[in-house]
């Protein structure tokens, strides 16, 4: 997991969201929670080297 771990802000700031906010903004969040997925698996980069970069580039690809 990330430096920036989850916390409890971060649980408000999401699960706080109506769900008509929610449905407005679905491509942004998706997008959001994509890209932050492609940057947890370019931090594995050192480990797991161009199998981390395929996924993260995959993920990336995954965006609207």
Known sequence: ???ASFNREDFDRIFGVP???IRENYAGIRNAVLEEV???F???RIAFGDTAH???TYVRE???
């Open 62 to 64: 995954m965006k609207t």
């Open 54 to 56: 395929s996924f993260a």
């Open 19 to 21: 769900k008509d906010e």
């Open 38 to 40: 492609a940057l947890e």
């Open 1 to 3: 997991m990330s430096e």
């Open 42 to 44: 370019d931090a594995m």
